[in-house]
């Protein structure tokens, strides 16, 4: 069943560092056998986005290609039940990457895969899947999507017998140096071996909180931008790890501190131009109503940006958006359209955090931003507010996001445009998770100490 993915010609394997700049089978079974590579991860997400993988050894790497490798999704959350377990994973040959930090004698590779069903139909559970389908239909409105991430993640140590601790590595401050800041070999570290696997960054620095750092990608589309996140989180865990410390993508583990979120950058390019340019945007209407669609659309898809309890602890405070409003310059804003200059023009979402599932979350995005140019929705006036200072009279009337995770499942589960952009099947496994997490969380006696139990390790 897997035949048809691979149709076409590409140009020759580059091997650069750890990336594997080409696209055919035969390409990557040739670099496997001529490199000493003698393990390949085939990777996929849960609905949540969490990275699974399953080893294979060289030799089963053609039959994986061509028909597929099969698991039991019944042990994977959100996937199927015992009764119809059988999943395949088809892995995407354009994905591939070396792992530096594994041995460079008896290399390990790795290829995210899409999944399918026993009968060759894609699988519902897929955010791949979903992913490409929204990308299309923006290629069949005439529009590319380019996406970059800039994310937060806090450093800590570990206690004599091994164990991840709240002691933050340093106390530094918002870009930081060099002694007060403590992560700059790390973030190297990271920046590099990103590198090595063909993932761009294109700055770091310390966060605005003590421990805190900050490592943006550059813009790439939006399915290689969301493997590429799903990728960086792991190599942030495994470079600070080996260097000592434990990294934490939890949106809010200190309450007194700066929680950390992941700002999402959209560019949207139509016939050579990109609606978010000055030029472009100023004169035109389409990058206006792609952020009315955003919007208007925010509250309903919140629980997939913002997607566990902890989440809803960063809104409001320490520059972190509450209000669904817009601005040029203003750095509180859900919504901000930065002038460019010498870099493409976008759109930046404040709001999400790194526990959400990045294919789910660019998908909704695009089709809200689709929707909202199909419609030509007008984009209300810009706010320019200070919402640490402004007034209860200035605030009056001004729309706000879900406050907790119980609001943004309502709204979701009521939402026409979500129960369009999932799939059902999908949507009633991820709302049927997060109801329970809710009530988990709405039942414990001490509501701080089941979140950093529940999230500080596993984010």
Same mark, same amino acid.
């Given at each position: 069943m897997g035949h048809r993915l691979f149709a076409g010609t590409v140009?020759? %394997?580059?091997?650069?560092?750890? *990336? %594997?700049?080409?696209?055919?089978? *035969?390409?990557?079974?040739?670099?496997v056998q001529d490199n000493d590579v003698k393990f390949i991860r085939l990777a996929f997400c849960d609905i949540f986005g969490g990275q699974k993988n399953i080893s294979i050894m060289p030799d089963t790497l053609k039959r994986a290609f061509e028909n597929g490798l099969g698991f039991d999704a019944s042990f994977v959350q959100g996937f199927n039940n015992v009764a119809e377990s059988d999943l395949f994973l088809m892995p995407d040959p354009s994905t591939l990457s070396v792992l530096p930090w594994r041995p460079s004698h008896g290399r390990v590779v790795r290829l995210f895969c899409d999944i399918y069903r026993p009968d060759g139909s894609r699988f519902e559970g897929d955010g791949r899947a979903i992913l490409k389908e929204a990308v299309r239909q923006a290629e069949d409105a005439g529009y590319a999507c380019k996406i970059g991430t800039e994310c937060e993640f806090y450093l800590t140590e570990y206690d004599e017998a091994g164990y991840p601790t709240d002691i933050l590595q340093d106390k530094a401050g918002y870009c930081a140096i060099a002694p007060l800041d403590k992560g700059e070999n790390v973030r190297r570290e990271i920046c590099l071996t990103l590198e090595e696997m063909g993932i761009a960054p294109e700055r770091s620095h310390h966060g605005p909180g003590p421990g805190q750092n900050e490592i943006d990608l550059t813009y790439t589309d939006a399915l290689t931008a969301a493997d590429q996140f799903i990728t960086f989180k792991s190599v942030v865990k495994t470079i600070a790890a080996r260097d000592g410390l434990f990294a934490s993508f939890m949106p809010k583990p200190f309450a007194d501190q700066s929680g950390s979120g992941l700002h999402i950058n959209l560019s949207m390019i139509k016939d050579g131009v990109n609606i978010f340019d000055n030029n472009a945007f100023e004169s035109a209407g389409a990058g206006k109503s792609f952020i009315a669609g955003i919007l208007d659309k925010i509250a309903q898809i919140t629980v997939f940006l913002n997607p566990i309890t902890n989440s809803y602890a960063r809104f409001g405070a320490f520059e972190a958006p509450k209000y669904i409003t817009w601005s040029r310059q203003n750095h509180s804003q859900l919504v901000r359209v930065p002038y460019a200059r010498g870099v493409p023009g976008c759109v930046e979402l404040r709001s999400a955090d790194a526990s959400c599932n990045p294919y789910l979350a660019f998908a909704l995005l695009i089709y809200a931003g689709l929707d909202g140019i199909g419609g030509k929705l007008p984009l209300p006036a810009p706010c320019d507010l200070d919402f640490s200072s402004a007034t209860k009279e200035a605030l009056a009337g001004i729309a706000t996001l879900p406050k907790n995770l119980k609001e943004?499942?309502?709204?979701?589960?009521?939402?026409?445009?979500?129960?369009?952009?999932?799939?059902?099947?999908?949507l009633d496994k991820y709302i049927e998770a997060k109801r329970e997490m809710w009530k988990s969380y709405a039942e414990a006696q001490d509501r701080a100490a089941f979140e950093h139990q529940r999230y500080f390790l596993d984010m």
């Open positions: 140009s020759s %394997l580059i091997y650069n560092g750890g *990336a %594997l700049m080409g696209y055919t089978m *035969a390409e990557v079974i040739r670099f943004a499942l309502t709204a979701a589960e009521s939402s026409a445009f979500v129960r369009k952009a999932v799939p059902a099947r999908l």
